[in-house]
């Protein structure tokens, strides 16, 4: 525009020039010499006159434009400001507001799931969260009797009180689907056959692919949650034929991200995520005062173990029994037995198990009917070094919430080293270093706000501490934005892949003490037998 102005004043000067604005009037007689000379020298005024505009025109263009380059600037400034001033920039997740039958409706239908899966109706209360233990139960606020399978709205309540949701579904970065898989699950795994099983399912499948916002990238952007196993949603590709449905198999189940309790290392979109535990602080102060309780705990027992015999499961992880059996010679090892039959409460007693486990510097974790079980981390929630026996028990999963550096926080002792009776847990145990027990369990308590779930009501909210929702939620969201970046995403990594760290490292820091208080031992053995 500065330019234009300029242009225009050069025209009208020269315009007024070329007419004679300041033409000289005529001499008389012999004045011609003096009139010339006077015409030269005003001519010579105006063209000076001319430049001068001219040059102060070029002046005022070149200010005004660098002030306008200055405003835009800032401009763009203030723009990128207000950008990083968002805290939810990146961050916004669209709720889908699905039809009651894909998840209100189930829950109000719990009872047809009660005769195998236990009264998983109560369990469903105060957000899913359970009944609240008395102190009977050893328990302060903030501990309930959560089922371990009542994920699905557990999740879903705490997502109502995300902070960076949104109405306009084209601004967020993942889309959340409330679908209660878990629940579906339990209600038709009994007596039904597939095609009941699998109806919510594809009824979800079509509702989602007829909306915009999974045209946009079929599916990819969004996940739900499916409290249970990955196995119990692949059917296809499972062990049972008539064992759960086909959620995971199918295209849409595939597209998205599943949160699942363990992962099938399918390679695949089936995220693992830790069991519910009992504790559901409501604040910050809540999980530090629970975290000062379990570091400041006198730990009587060196090891303890809380489950039933598994003697039918697979024989790559049929390790429990064995197990049991160590525990029980031991005179350092606390046992809470359990019996496997249907209604008991023996092992359901969550201030039984929390106080054993708090009381014992290790927990002892081997595979029930399936790889990882819920005790894993009620037992890190008690401050204990948990003790796995199989690799796929947490080391191949549960990459968002575990570190990489598994001995920093646990113990590995093959399965198959106690299945054939050469290795004694109590005596690798004895072997760590008490230094470096006091480091593991500090790793340990360190852990617990990623492997817990806050109390998911709209009255309350950690506010500096990430819990298990929170570590989910971004992992989804780097995800996805990953997807969207032409990057190959999936979940899977081969079941037969060695987790890095392991029995080698393990041996070589705690065998040689290990194997010098065997020798020890039956040197003992011997003198006493030959007294």
Not at 37 to 53: D, E, F, G, P, R
Not at 411 to 416: A, K, N
Request: proline share 5%; net charge positive.
């Amino acid at each position: 525009m500065q330019r234009s102005v300029a242009n225009s004043i050069i025209k009208l000067l020269s315009k007024s020039a070329a007419k004679g604005g300041f033409r000289p009037h005529r001499a008389v007689g012999g004045a011609k010499g003096v009139d010339k000379s006077t015409a030269s020298t005003l001519l010579a005024l105006q063209l000076l006159a001319i430049l001068a505009v001219i040059a102060w025109t070029l002046f005022l263009y070149m200010q005004f434009s660098v002030l306008s380059a200055a405003v835009e600037v800032v401009e763009l400034s203030r723009e990128g400001e207000a950008d990083s001033a968002d805290p939810c920039r990146g961050r916004y997740i669209y709720v889908h507001d699905l039809p009651p039958r894909f998840n209100a409706d189930i829950v109000r239908g719990c009872r047809k799931s009660e005769g195998h899966w236990g009264d998983i109706c109560a369990s469903l209360i105060n957000a899913g969260l359970g009944r609240p233990l008395a102190e009977a139960d050893g328990a302060e606020a903030g501990w309930y009797g959560t089922h371990q399978f009542a994920l699905d709205l557990i999740f879903h309540n705490r997502m109502k009180q995300y902070e960076c949701l949104t109405n306009d579904s084209a601004a967020a970065s993942a889309v959340f689907v409330p679908f209660y898989a878990g629940f579906d699950f339990a209600r038709y795994h009994w007596g039904y056959d597939n095609a009941t099983r699998d109806a919510a399912s594809v009824d979800l499948a079509e509702w989602l692919m007829a909306r915009p916002q999974w045209r946009r990238m079929w599916g990819r952007d969004h996940f739900l949650v499916a409290g249970r196993t990955g196995w119990d949603f692949r059917r296809s590709v499972n062990y049972g034929a008539d064992w759960g449905n086909d959620l995971l198999s199918m295209p849409a189940g595939r597209n998205m991200s599943v949160l699942v309790l363990e992962s099938t290392f399918r390679h695949s979109t089936d995220y693992p995520v830790p069991y519910p535990t009992y504790f559901h602080p409501r604040s910050d102060a809540d999980l530090l005062r629970w975290q000062d309780s379990v570091r400041a705990q006198n730990r009587t027992w060196l090891m303890a173990f809380v489950g039933a015999p598994r003697p039918d499961v697979r024989m790559d992880i049929r390790v429990r029994d064995h197990v049991i059996a160590q525990c029980k010679a031991a005179i350092s090892c606390g046992l809470l037995a359990c019996a496997r039959s249907p209604g008991s409460l023996q092992c359901h007693a969550p201030g039984d198990i929390m106080r054993l486990f708090r009381k014992a510097s290790f927990c002892l974790q081997p595979p029930g009917d399936s790889y990882t079980r819920r005790s894993a981390f009620d037992s890190m929630l008690a401050g204990c070094i948990p003790v796995f026996f199989h690799g796929a028990t947490a080391y191949k999963q549960y990459r968002w919430h575990l570190p990489e550096d598994h001995l920093g926080y646990s113990v590995y002792i093959p399965g198959g080293d106690v299945r054939r009776r050469n290795v004694s847990i109590e005596a690798v145990l004895r072997a760590i270093p008490p230094d470096t027990v006091e480091r593991m369990r500090e790793e340990v308590i360190k852990l617990i706000p990623r492997v817990l779930y806050a109390d998911p009501r709209s009255s309350s909210r950690l506010e500096t501490i990430k819990d298990a929702v929170d570590v989910a939620v971004e992992k989804v969201l780097d995800t996805v934005a990953r997807i969207k970046n032409g990057e190959h995403v999936d979940s899977g990594r081969p079941i037969t892949e060695d987790p890095p760290n392991m029995y080698v490292t393990t041996e070589s820091r705690f065998l040689t003490k290990s194997a010098v208080s065997r020798i020890v031992m039956r040197l003992k053995q011997w003198i006493l037998g030959h007294c």
